[in-house]
């Protein structure tokens, strides 16, 4: 199993996760402001990462599947 790959991608997760994080805070903020407009590119932004977090994670599975199928 290449572990430098899986850890490469649990530091991309880590800093995505981070940036969404980021992201909903400044959107909570937003919408207590009662900026839309803002509010609205926020979540357009929210999400393209999480679609980037579900991409990075279903790379891990994959990785992971191809190993334990190796066992069978």
């Known amino acids: 199993m290449d572990?430098?790959?899986?850890?490469?991608?649990?530091e991309e997760l880590r800093s995505?996760?981070?940036r969404r994080r980021q992201i909903v805070?400044?959107?909570?903020?937003?919408?207590?402001?009662?900026d839309v407009e803002?509010?609205?590119d926020?979540?357009?932004?929210l999400i393209n990462i999480s679609d980037q977090?579900?991409?990075i994670i279903?790379?891990?599975?994959?990785?992971?599947d191809k190993e334990?199928?190796?066992?069978h």
């Open 38 to 40: 803002s509010s609205n």
């Open 42 to 45: 926020l979540y357009m932004e």
């Open 68 to 71: 334990v199928q190796k066992l």
């Open 58 to 64: 279903d790379r891990q599975k994959q990785l992971i």
């Open 25 to 34: 805070e400044k959107i909570v903020a937003e919408v207590q402001e009662r």
């Open 16 to 18: 995505v996760g981070h």
């Open 53 to 55: 977090a579900i991409e």
């Open 3 to 10: 572990l430098n790959q899986l850890e490469n991608l649990g």
